[in-house]
């Protein structure tokens, strides 16, 4: 049975009944201040399996929210986002700056998004988490208690330090089972003085309005990549192979943004509000679904979508650790299944232990809302041990 999750952090997969309220007679959160952090617990990390540097300014009814990854070998520019919030004009103006574009979107939620570890830490999502008096630690000059929360049997735990002052997210970690804990997020530095007006200046050229909506959790997403599969069969979106009757083909289109499932009864499945067909289940393995020994090494990601009448279907792999986490659209002539692969390469053991799948019915226009269904986190099980040799 297909699992429904909602995250900004990834560590919000297993931890969305974790919450997080001020004590009775705290002052409100403020609503002026700067922060820098660092860790992987962004979209732009789950992606890439790189740590990410974030730089975020609020003032009011408006943030600015940084996300840069440093270059690497296999992306040589690296990534860097900034993202202007807008509460009262209800928009968010997202600007790629490796890229060169900008475009904006709908902005839906009364509350700043979750990268701001300040707002997140006031809202509602986090109602239920108590940290011990007693376990206490300095983070980067800030006295912190530390909370940590279980998840279910064979997910991983988490560590959560909360400011003393303020109650907010400091550090957070996520600690999967038998293996070293991750850093999804730690905050460098907190500043409560008013940031430069500069921060907040609507870009130029920022009139391209982008499809869907944002909210406090979640991105709404288009494809990079679309991909028809017609008949019985599978399509492979890195290579254009096809097996059986399937016929495949791909288009680009300029800019995406993440689509992050949210919560959702299993008996109603994936759609958008006009779909009139709706995904049923997916699942997702990895080939070798185990493998310890020398590294790079190669490996493939194949997703199943099942779908209970004609239609196409949003998806997206999320494997930064081991992919460039493609996405696609592939299309049902009838109810059925079908599969979809990838191929990935295994460059070291991965810091995000976990790679997932999401999909979700489009309507007639090819617009899908923030409702997707995912496979689950599913293991990698990879430990590399050792530099593999050159091939000649």
């Not at 429904?4 to 002052?27: D, H, N, Q």
């Not at 928009?91 to 009364?110: D, G, I």
């Not at 909360?162 to 850093?183: Q, R, Y």
């Not at 493939?300 to 696609?328: C, D, Q």
């Amino acid at each position: 049975m297909p699992r429904y999750f909602r995250t900004i952090f990834l560590i919000l997969m297993f931890l969305s009944a974790v919450a997080i309220l001020p004590l009775p007679g705290e002052p409100p959160q403020p609503q002026t201040y700067s922060v820098s952090a660092v860790g992987m617990g962004t979209v732009e990390s789950m992606f890439s399996g790189k740590e990410s540097t974030l730089k975020i300014f609020r003032h009011g009814p408006k943030e600015l929210i940084d996300v840069s990854i440093a270059p690497w070998e296999a992306n040589p520019k690296g990534v860097h986002t900034i993202n202007l919030f807008d509460l009262q004009a209800h928009k968010v103006y997202m600007r790629n700056v490796t890229h060169s574009t900008c475009s904006w979107m709908r902005y839906v939620s009364a509350e700043m998004p979750n990268y701001d570890p300040i707002a997140a830490s006031a809202s509602p999502d986090f109602g239920k988490l108590n940290p011990n008096a007693n376990d206490t630690e300095i983070v980067n000059g800030i006295p912190a208690r530390i909370a940590e929360v279980s998840g279910p049997p064979g997910q991983p735990k988490a560590r959560i330090w909360i400011a003393e002052k303020g109650k907010f997210i400091v550090k957070m970690e996520m600690i999967p089972p038998g293996g070293a804990p991750i850093k999804m997020l730690e905050v460098k530095q907190v500043s409560f003085a008013t940031p430069l007006d500069s921060n907040f200046v609507t870009p130029s050229n920022c009139d391209t309005q982008a499809q869907g909506e944002m909210t406090s959790t979640g991105f709404s997403a288009h494809a990079e990549e679309h991909v028809e599969a017609q008949g019985t069969g599978s399509a492979n979106v890195g290579t254009n192979e096809t097996h059986g009757e399937a016929t495949v083909r791909i288009s680009g289109m300029a800019g995406s943004q993440v689509n992050p499932p949210a919560p959702r009864s299993p008996h109603i499945g994936a759609t958008s509000p006009n779909a009139t067909s709706r995904v049923v289940d997916v699942r997702l393995h990895l080939v070798p679904d185990r493998y310890e020994g020398p590294c790079p090494h190669q490996m493939k990601l194949a997703a199943e979508i099942t779908t209970n009448g004609p239609g196409i279907v949003w998806y997206r792999f999320l494997a930064g650790s081991v992919s460039h986490s493609p996405e696609g659209s592939a299309s049902f002539s009838s109810a059925g299944t079908q599969t979809v692969t990838t191929d990935g390469t295994i460059t070291a053991t991965p810091r995000v232990p976990a790679a997932s799948f999401i999909a979700i019915m489009e309507d007639a226009q090819g617009q899908h809302g923030p409702l997707n269904v995912s496979s689950g986190l599913v293991n990698y099980n990879i430990t590399c041990t050792g530099q593999a040799a050159p091939v000649h």
